[in-house]
């Protein structure tokens, strides 16, 4: 594996594999991995010819007061773990490299990230859009690979690439889970085993939640059961928001029928859900595939 510290080294290493047309595949990260981005890279690894990570802590999408400084930085163990699964090279630029200057050109995502994660976290997808379209510039990848677990962060970088008519596919991978449910995410070394029992709730609220949806019951009833499920188990003034969305819009569904003639697409709902646990926020969410029979 070849780790790489500039754009222009970047550019170099991965010109003649260009030139051959070879498919270059792509996963972004902030480090600190665990099996939910291997598995990502798994994927890139037998879909594609050539695998780029890289390992950037995005300032642009903190707030003011979260966990930038203190987000876990385990760069030496990523760098080895990266090398054991013949990734060919990984992307690794400083501050600087990334952001030549202060205040420079960002990317403003729209309605897409107004509510939620974009909501709670105001002006984070603009960051995330932004470091993820320069590291698309920079890597110009065949496809780019990302978890689900971010459901809104993935349709803001599928609605990204759709309106700035950007030439590469993104790849949207399964949540992986605990045995207990709990989603991996790097913040997960933040939970101490209390939380990390708490924090399985989420889950539990998803299933509950999904269970009636698929049931036939309406989106009305399911929330209403995970409501009362979240405030019996999660601790009180915890839940941040639980809802059933449409997965490419990230608009409230009050019903299911909106998605329509979309079905057939193959596009569905997402039953989203956040909340801080043990002073960490976490968020999950569990796809609801509608069936046809029910629009
Ligand atoms: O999902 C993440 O780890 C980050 O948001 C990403 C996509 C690497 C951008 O910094």
Redesign the pocket.
Same mark, same amino acid.
């Given at each position: 594996m070849r780790t790489l510290t500039t754009v222009a080294e970047c550019r170099t290493a991965l010109l003649p594999h260009r030139l051959q047309e070879k498919i270059i595949g792509f996963v972004?990260?902030?480090g600190a991995l665990h099996e939910g981005h291997f598995s990502l890279i798994r994927q890139s690894k037998l879909h594609c010819d050539v695998t780029v990570v890289?390992i #950037?802590v995005?300032p642009t999408?903190f707030g003011p007061s979260e966990d930038f400084d203190k987000y876990p930085r385990t760069f030496d163990d990523d760098a080895l773990a990266l090398s054991d699964m013949d990734v060919e090279f990984l992307f690794a630029p400083d501050r600087e490299e990334m952001y030549p200057r202060v205040g420079g050109i960002s990317v403003n995502v729209g309605d897409v990230a107004a509510r939620y994660e974009g909501a709670v976290r105001p002006g984070h997808f603009n960051g /995330?859009a932004t /470091? /993820?379209a320069s590291l698309f510039n920079i890597i110009q990848p065949s496809i780019a690979f #990302?978890?689900q677990k971010?459901a809104q962060?993935v349709a803001v970088i599928r609605r990204m690439v759709e309106d700035l008519h950007w030439p590469v596919e993104i790849q949207a991978m399964p949540t992986i889970r605990e045995e207990s449910g709990l989603a991996l995410s790097s913040r997960n070394r933040y939970l101490d085993e209390g939380s990390r029992i708490d924090a399985a709730m989420l889950y539990r609220v998803l299933e509950n939640v999904a269970n009636v949806l698929e049931n036939h019951g309406s989106v009305g009833q399911a929330l209403e059961h995970g409501f009362e499920l979240a405030r019996r188990e999660i601790p009180a003034h915890s839940l941040d928001y639980l809802d059933v969305v449409d997965s490419e819009t990230f608009q409230s569904l009050t019903s299911l029928e909106p998605l329509g003639e979309r079905i057939n697409e193959g596009i569905s709902a997402a039953i989203i859900i956040a909340a801080r646990i043990g002073g960490t926020r976490l968020i999950d969410n569990r796809p609801v595939t509608i069936k046809a029979e029910r629009s």
């Open positions: 972004p990260t902030m890289s #950037f995005n999408q /995330v /470091v /993820v #990302f978890g971010d962060q």
